[in-house]
């Protein structure tokens, strides 16, 4: 085994690099945890229109903090290994250190990345199993709102090629085409598809639930105050996919009883010929070409 | 430099004479002739029933699959690889020798090669040329993308570019690394002759290519509108170039399962005396570990695949909701072999990756038995984990703490592979060459690939960036900044082995240094794009974001600069500068630079005998092969 005594670089062999290392991690990790923590956490999506949305900034803030540091201490170290190790005599060709590696160094890596790794997988399940976080759940879902909040608003979403539409089982099974929510309330969605998989994205609620055909999809969110939010179609689902969207509001509760109330009487006589309500729907096989 | 060339025919032809027999020129004839019959065939089964068989009116789906099967069947007979098993069942000797020589020339690339260097060059042409095709996809995606509103494509011309991109870098890529370098590398890493079946090694790459043209032919169907995922049921309902997606990746299935196979027999059974399991090159583990995942997982795909067609046909109703099927069922059989698929892509770049940073850092390879745990480890839990592609799809939920947990356990293996290459850098004698640079690239694109891959398996914040722009950019940081990085290194690393030539420097660096600053430019904005919500596959967008866009587009046209610097430098290098590489340029231990360049037909004067570990840096005298070197000192 070569030694290390190779004239101009027999200081590398102490544990001066290893500190510069984790000095200048630690100084860079100073820096950026709160920068990210506090600067851009903040804006992380989608924002606070939503006790769930909230819920979803935090967690993109924590796991952010969390990577920081982790993303930090590789790129330190392949700068600093560049810079350092560099050969600076590239007309010979000299050997490094035969090192085969390093025992407690495999240890404690394998410890501190588990430890990371059961530390985000515990937390976002916790978060996850808090109040769904927003996400589809099926027909059965495991995260359930407390019994405190009340009754939900049911709403219906149903997803076709290349719209959605809205049905309210708790007035009279009316269908709109637009959405509005009344503010600091519970509300369930229940999301389904009349031909191919779609995904209802409400961006600003913090809302994602596939529309499938012949499923029914619950997804959970408490709406704070006023709000307008963007409907978006996220799964691909045909020609005229990305056209698939439109927007809602959240609105104060006796503007929302007002407006359910308008559609019920203008639509009282569609709502007649619609189908009963129904958790899944299939229609006949319509040939809209994909 | 001693060629030694075996069973040179007796009759050699010449010029034209040459074209008759079995070669590509007779493939595609019989191949054509097999689509053809193909359409009679299919017509005559539906007759007048068609309208029922079809998906769209006048498309006949049955006669179209069919075509596309027979014309597989003639094209492969037309190659000769029915050559063996008739004579054997005719009673004749087989020929076993069949144009393993030198003779020939260029005329071999285009024929059946039982050579596992000449089938290695022969991925690398074809995947090279569907590399850039499917680049040129994304060039036109990106155009369209400069504006909100339609403007260049249509809505189902975008969307079929989409789905080509995605599906033949998919599909190619699969056997991207491992069909040039594995091909070629691991006979010679393991002191082998040939591939365990080196028929088979054909077979596959012939596959793929026929694979690859059946799926440039949606476009005279009305191309297909599902991405590369294909989801149901609206490929059920999709136009007849639905099927051509259909023949594509069954067949690249089919050839990647056969290719997986093929290396793990070989890697198993063909190691020289002394190449024990501790004793292989990590570039090696990794195509083992890669080489399991492709046997296993693509089958997942053909099974999925054949229903798909059986529902599109005879009308089954696997996926049919409502008739007793389910969109699910497809969902679930085309991650289980979708998620394998992305180690399969990921995991020869690592082992790439490693083999190069030894050589330029010239030190062993730091946690040899880490590397290997790493790759295994990151094989078996891959199949765990795939219905974190479902997080928010309505599949009952109580999996997902589960689902969530093995994603995120993923990360310790790959964290492995990480810590063993920062190891390998300690205090060793880096030397900035162009594949060094690639492997650096690597890591520091594949890094930001991990971290983005954190919020895609936490199920909150899947929530937002399932389905967005979020999970377009990290599939690509990991993909296109892991896979091909991988790929060019070791393009840059091992052509002056395969070709005998050395790939210009300078134009190398330019090629590195506009590659990453343009990669990282346009994919980093899509992280934004996706956490402001932008949805996946949409042709329209909201004009708020047109900035971004615009940026994105721009920097991937640096992108698509970078590659015409890359094909110069390929062709500058290959065609006209042609300066000899020599036979161990880059002063490398491993064992395919002691062989002499070009490596000789039968690689090995003798099987070599294998006594010391693989990378044998700082230690003298370096004992690799030891009856090798001596042969080859003895030619010098």
């Not at chain 2, 017509?43 to 049955?62: K, L, P």
């Not at chain 2, 969307?159 to 870098?169: F, P």
């Not at chain 2, 994919?523 to 996946?536: E, K, V």
């Amino acid at each position: 085994m070569l030694s290390d005594a190779r004239g101009p670089r027999s200081g590398d062999n102490g544990p001066r690099h290893w500190r510069n290392v984790v000095v200048l991690w630690t100084i860079a990790s100073l820096i950026m945890v709160p920068i990210v923590v506090w600067v851009i956490g903040p804006g992380l999506p989608p924002g606070n229109g939503t006790v769930e949305a909230s819920g979803q900034v935090t967690d993109n803030t924590v796991l952010l903090a969390i990577a920081t540091p982790v993303a930090l201490a590789v790129l330190v170290y392949l700068a600093y290994a560049v810079w350092a190790f560099r050969e600076r005599t590239p007309e010979v060709f000299v050997d490094g250190p035969a090192i085969q590696g390093n025992s407690s160094v495999q240890f404690w890596w394998l410890v501190a990345t588990t430890v990371i790794v059961l530390f985000l997988a515990g937390y976002g399940s916790v978060r996850m199993l808090a109040d769904g976080a927003g996400g589809g759940q099926g027909p059965s879902p495991i995260a359930t709102p407390a019994a405190s909040e009340g009754k939900p608003v049911i709403v219906q979403v149903i997803a076709q090629q290349w719209q959605f539409t809205y049905r309210w089982p708790q007035y009279g099974g009316v269908e709109t085409s637009a959405i509005d929510l009344p503010t600091n309330s519970l509300v369930k969605f229940e999301v389904t598809s009349l031909d191919v998989i779609h995904s209802f994205w409400a961006y600003e609620l913090g809302v994602k639930a596939d529309a499938n055909p012949g499923i029914d999809n619950i997804a959970y969110v408490t709406t704070k105050g006023p709000l307008a939010f963007h409907v978006r179609c996220a799964e691909l689902c045909g020609v005229w996919h990305g056209y698939m969207f439109n927007q809602g509001r959240v609105v104060p509760k006796a503007q929302f009883t007002s407006w359910i109330t308008s559609q019920r009487q203008a639509d009282a006589a569609t709502t007649k010929v619609l189908d009963p309500f129904s958790k899944t729907y299939y229609p006949q096989p319509l040939r809209r070409g994909g | 430099m001693t060629a030694i060339a075996v069973s040179v025919p007796a009759h050699r032809r010449t010029g034209w004479q040459k074209l008759i027999g079995f070669n590509m020129l007779t493939g595609i004839l019989l191949g054509i002739g097999g689509w053809f019959l193909g359409q009679l065939i299919g017509d005559h089964i539906t007759g007048q029933n068609i309208a029922y068989y079809s998906t769209e009116a006048g498309q006949n789906d049955i006669a179209i699959l069919l075509g596309y099967f027979l014309g597989v069947v003639g094209f492969l007979v037309g190659m000769g690889f029915a050559n063996y098993p008739v004579k054997r069942l005719l009673g004749y000797p087989p020929a076993l020798a069949e144009r393993e020589s030198e003779a020939g020339g260029l005329f071999r690339y285009f024929t059946l090669s039982t050579d596992h260097k000449v089938v290695a060059k022969q991925y690398m042409a074809g995947i090279g040329v569907f590399f850039f095709v499917a680049g040129l996809n994304a060039m036109l995606i990106r155009t369209e993308l400069l504006q909100p509103n339609v403007h260049v494509f249509g809505a189902n011309q975008y969307l079929t570019l989409v789905g080509m991109h995605g599906s033949m870098m998919l599909g190619t890529m699969t056997s991207g690394l491992l069909g040039p370098f594995a091909t070629f590398l691991v006979p010679l890493m393991i002191g082998s002759r040939r591939m365990a079946f080196s028929r088979l090694s054909s077979f596959a790459f012939w596959l793929l290519m026929a694979g690859e043209i059946i799926l440039l032919t949606t476009v005279f169907f009305g191309g297909f509108q599902t991405g590369w995922t294909g989801y149901q049921p609206l490929a059920s309902q999709g136009t007849a170039g639905y099927d051509a997606y259909i023949g594509f990746f069954a067949l690249v299935g089919l050839s990647m399962t056969l290719f997986g196979f093929n290396l793990v027999v070989t890697i198993t059974t063909m190691r020289a005396p002394g190449m024990t399991w501790s004793r292989l090159p990590i570039f090696v583990w990794s195509a083992y570990a890669t080489a399991w995942l492709m046997m296993l997982a693509a089958p997942m795909l053909i099974a999925a695949l054949l229903m798909a067609a059986m529902d599109r046909t005879i009308q089954t109703s696997f996926f049919s909701p409502g008739n007793g099927g389910s969109g699910y069922l497809f969902q679930n059989l085309f991650w289980v072999f979708g998620h394998p698929e992305v180690y399969i892509l990921a995991l020869p770049g690592m082992g790439i990756v490693l083999e190069i940073m030894v050589v330029f850092s010239r030190k062993p390879l730091w946690g040899y038995r880490l590397a290997v745990a790493g790759m295994l480890g990151i094989a078996f839990l891959s199949w765990f984990v795939w219905q974190h592609h479902l997080f928010v799809s309505g599949i009952d939920a109580d999996l997902r703490p589960f689902y969530m947990l093995s994603t995120e356990l993923i990360s310790l293996p790959t964290g492995f592979i990480f810590l063993c290459a920062m190891g390998t850098l300690w205090r060793g004698r880096i030397r900035l060459t162009v594949p060094m640079l690639f492997c650096l690239g690597w890591m520091f694109n594949f890094l930001w690939g991990g971290i983005s891959g954190v919020f895609n398996s936490d199920v909150p914040s899947d929530v937002t960036t399932h389905g967005s722009y979020f999970v377009m950019a990290h599939f690509h940081y990991t993909i296109m900044g892991g896979l091909i990085f991988g790929f060019f290194a070791a393009i840059y690393y091992w052509v002056p082995k395969m070709y005998g030539v050395k790939l210009n420097e300078r134009l190398g660096k330019i090629h590195f240094w506009t590659l990453i600053i343009a990669f990282n430019s346009t994919f980093a904005p899509l992280f934004a794009l996706g956490f402001m919500g932008m949805p996946r596959r949409v042709v329209t967008y909201n004009p708020a974001w047109q900035g971004l866009n615009d940026w994105v587009t721009v920097s991937a046209y640096v992108i698509g600069l970078s590659m015409l610097v890359f094909l110069f430098n390929v062709i500058w290098s290959l065609a006209f500068k042609r300066e000899p590489a020599g036979a161990n340029p880059w002063n490398s231990k491993s064992t395919e630079w002691q062989l002499p360049t070009p490596v000789p037909v039968h690689d090995f004067e003798e099987i070599p005998t294998f006594s010391a570990d693989p990378y044998p840096y700082g230690v003298e005298p370096a004992p690799v092969a030891a009856s090798m070197r001596t042969a080859v000192r003895e030619e010098v």
